[in-house]
């Protein structure tokens, strides 16, 4: 693989670009059940959903969790190892919990006699439940690429410094990141 | 199976030709079979993989064809021999409704994705991109590797779905709802749509995966020299494929996911106030039309993913085989950007009769006709291309001129369906049928044909059989016409799609046997068909061999390679390129490589 990559010169290294056309990609996605939701919220039968309170202290985690794979990064280009592994399984923990977070908001709707599928469901909530479900599932693999990262980097018997796998989960991250920032405003605002 | 031995036969041929040129080869491993064969990550095996799992399912999906066919053509007889293959599906001999049903539905799932996505985008991607830009590989071989299992994986659990007890999905390949939610509405919406459903899921993904590699490839690792207008029209056409694909497959995707919790989790997305065999569902507020916008807003641009690797190899291959260049090289790539963007605007052209507001489907209106002039430009070029060319009629050049032919008679056609007061009355009959095999189905056929024809002295190190190659053009070409073009007919007279019977109308007997003769022509296509697979697959172990490494005197790069390339495609350095794709007649010499520096006096073209 390194020796395709080192016949050129260039400026951008390709696996670095197919995550950022990968992100064009996702946000497609989003973009096609944003706009499906919105087509939806004009017909009848929509009720007003409630933001989940727990939803603003996912938003706080992963919102952190951004700062701390830059850390995790910065200090592995800077080969401050223990530093980089820390940071690097604080961010996966705050992913952990961010997904955990959003089950309990779902299973809180569940208590209030909100169904979000089933007999009785309101295409509201279940857009809300799919569309963030979607997501969650996007930051469980990102969660999934830091682990392997961390064990590749243990098991590994030859040191090695490469940061570009790191470099890439971290763009990947940050993107998550500001979609659910998105995906947050949206349901606040186009309830 | 057959795959198998097909790729174990090739490794005997190819380990004599690595050891005899091991010294010179520095990009050669040893690779076991397994690496080699099965979870290759070099791109010229994976492109054999996906080409060969799309024949499997050509041979499939056509096979499926004949049978609706041979019911629509003979609505009043019995076949028994059906009974015995297909048990209660065609009781009495006859094909039973939901039968009927699951064939076309099968058959346009397979065609327009198994075999025309991932069998054609699949093959020529990976095995051109490389080649013709100068590159060793793909940007990432993994992710290639895995974009072919998904393929593999969506493969095996749609022809999983052919066995289920209530059969496969039907419904159309547009699988609408609320028939396609609702399992109690047939049987096709039973177990059947869910396979369907992860299936094409798996198969998004791995398009996803290939087309991010597509794009990261020709973008990043050009050689040197390689400028992007330096590139011949096939990297242009698989560029824009990919663009198409990674931006609208996702939304596809998403409507997908939606159907699924719809069926599986009581949701409403797109279901309310329905009742099924008197039953009042609980369902309320779900739109039907969301899931429409959802389809084709990835729908319309499929058939331009298509359709443009097909555009893309036919100008290749017309300019090799007329000895000159392309006709506005310029003007080609801007079309097809042009077709890129137009495509993402006019998916609504599919849904003028669902009460779309008039006033929108106007702008639709507009914006679809509008298509027809990248359309002409490209006919108008393609045929100047020819015109007064030096023409050598091989294989591959016949069935790009074919495509060219097909392209114009079915193109022509899309101007009557864009124009929405005349579709209101043509949507959803056999005019449209008519309309887009002619203009994607068979078109595109010809184009990896053309393709297939072309390239195989690169992928196998041997020729095609020509004889079988004309009869096999000759009878599709003429073929194709005798079947599709009455549709024309049978559609402006109202024939509706999709139904088994149209004996019980009095209105539509007079079509009893135009039926059966198109019926009849459907079958002998078939059997040419196998014809060719049978030369395809004859031909890798027996064909003539390549002697000579440039044999259709082509200047790209694919042709610069050892006859039998290896992983790493160039033994040495990676070519340089001085220059672009078509320099063909120029200062008196028949064709210029684009490895060959641009000499001192030479003129500008
Ligand atoms: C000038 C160019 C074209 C125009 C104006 C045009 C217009 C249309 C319209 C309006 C329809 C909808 C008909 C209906 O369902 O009532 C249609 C159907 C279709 N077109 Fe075209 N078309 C053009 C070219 C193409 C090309 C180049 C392709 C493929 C490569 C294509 C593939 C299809 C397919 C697959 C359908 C039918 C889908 C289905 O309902 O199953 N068309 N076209
Ligand atoms: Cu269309």
């Known amino acids: 693989m390194n020796e395709i990559v080192t016949d050129q010169n260039r400026r951008i290294h390709p696996h670095k670009f197919t995550m950022w056309v990968a992100i064009g990609s996702i946000l497609m996605m989003f973009a096609g059940l944003t706009s499906a939701y919105i087509v939806k919220r004009s017909q009848v039968n929509w009720l007003m959903i409630e933001i989940p309170i727990i939803f603003w202290f996912s938003t706080l985690t992963i919102l952190s969790s951004s700062v701390t794979i830059h850390l995790s990064l910065k200090s592995l280009k800077e080969k401050r190892m223990v530093e980089y592994r820390r940071w690097m399984v604080v961010t996966a923990v705050l992913g952990v919990l961010f997904i955990i977070s959003q089950i309990i908001g779902f299973v809180q709707f569940g208590k209030q006699d909100i169904r979000i599928v089933g007999a009785g469901s309101n295409a509201s909530y279940s857009f809300l439940f799919a569309i963030s479900s979607l997501h969650g599932l996007h930051v469980l693999g990102g969660v999934i690429a830091l682990l392997v990262i961390a064990i590749r980097a243990v098991s590994i018997s030859k040191r090695n410094y490469s940061t570009l796998p790191l470099e890439i989960t971290a763009t990947y991250w940050h993107f998550v990141d500001a979609l659910w920032i998105y995906l947050f405003i949206f349901f606040n605002w186009m309830k | 199976m057959s795959t198998e031995t097909i790729l174990h036969g090739h490794e005997v041929e190819v380990n004599v030709h690595s050891h005899e040129e091991h010294g010179q080869h520095d990009h050669h491993h040893e690779e076991s079979f397994l690496t080699k064969y099965i979870f290759s990550q070099d791109h010229k095996m994976i492109a054999k993989q996906f080409l060969i799992t799309g024949i499997i399912w050509a041979i499939i999906g056509g096979l499926f064809s004949v049978l609706f066919r041979l019911q629509l053509g003979y609505p009043d007889q019995s076949f028994p021999f059906l009974e015995d293959i297909f048990g209660k599906w065609a009781k009495g001999g006859k094909i039973s409704n939901e039968f009927y049903y699951a064939l076309v539905t099968m058959h346009g799932t397979i065609l327009v994705f198994f075999v025309l996505t991932a069998g054609l985008s699949g093959t020529f991607a990976n095995f051109l991109i490389p080649l013709q830009i100068g590159a060793r590989d793909m940007a990432s071989g993994f992710l290639n590797m895995l974009s072919y299992w998904f393929f593999f994986l969506a493969s095996v659990i749609m022809f999983a779905s052919l066995f289920i007890q ?431 520096p641009i000499g001192a006096d030479e003129s500008k073209h």
């Open chain 2, 166 to 596: 209530t059969g496969p999905a039907a419904g159309g390949w547009t699988i609408y709802p609320p028939l396609s939610a609702l399992g109690q509405a047939s049987q096709g919406s039973k177990l059947g749509m869910d396979f369907w459903l992860i299936s094409m899921a798996m198969f998004i993904v791995s398009s996803l995966l290939g087309g991010l590699n597509y794009i990261s490839t020709i973008l990043n690792l050009r050689t040197k020299g390689m400028s992007m207008t330096r590139m011949p029209l096939t990297m242009w056409a698989i560029f824009f494929t990919a663009v198409l694909g990674v931006l609208s497959f996702p939304v596809l995707l998403s409507g997908a996911v939606l159907l699924l919790f719809d069926r599986n989790l009581g949701t409403s997305f797109f279901l309310s106030e329905i009742v099924v065999k008197g039953e009042i569902l609980p369902n309320e507020g779900g739109s039907a039309i969301l899931f429409q916008h959802l389809f084709w807003f990835l729908g319309h641009p499929e058939v331009y993913i298509i359709l443009l690797p097909a555009m893309g190899m036919v100008s290749e291959i017309l300019s090799v085989n007329s000895r000159k260049p392309i006709f506005g090289y310029m003007a080609m790539v801007g079309s097809l950007f042009a077709i890129t963007i137009l495509a993402f605007l006019v998916w609504a052209h599919h849904m003028f009769v669902t009460g779309l507001n008039p006033f929108l489907g106007a702008f639709f209106v507009l914006l679809t006709l509008l298509i027809a002039v990248p359309s002409a430009i490209k006919v108008f070029n393609w045929l100047t291309t020819l015109w007064r060319g030096n023409i050598r009629f091989t294989p591959g050049m016949l069935f790009s001129i074919g495509f060219v032919s097909l392209f114009i008679s079915g193109g022509l056609t899309g101007i009557f369906l864009g124009n929405s007061t005349l579709d209101i009355h043509l949507h959803d009959t056999y005019f449209v049928v008519a309309h887009f095999h002619i203009v994607m189905g068979v078109a595109s056929f010809f184009g990896m044909f053309a393709g297939v024809y072309h390239w195989f002295p690169k992928m196998y190190s041997r020729y095609l059989n020509n004889t079988m190659a004309y009869i096999h053009f000759w009878v599709t070409l003429v073929g194709a016409y005798l079947i599709f073009w009455p549709m024309h007919y049978q559609g402006l007279a109202g024939l509706p799609r999709r139904y088994t019977d149209f004996s019980n109308w009095q209105s539509f007997n007079q079509f009893a046997d135009m039926n059966r003769f198109i019926s009849t022509v459907a079958m002998i296509v078939f059997v040419a068909q196998l014809l060719f697979v049978f030369n395809f697959f004859y031909s890798i172990f027996k064909g003539r061999k390549v002697k000579s490494q440039n044999p259709w005197g082509s200047n790209t790069l694919e042709w610069t390679t050892p006859i039998t390339p290896g992983h790493g495609n160039w033994p040495g350095e990676l070519p340089e390129v001085h220059r672009g794709a078509y320099d063909y007649g120029k200062d008196g010499r028949e064709f210029i490589p684009q490895v060959e």
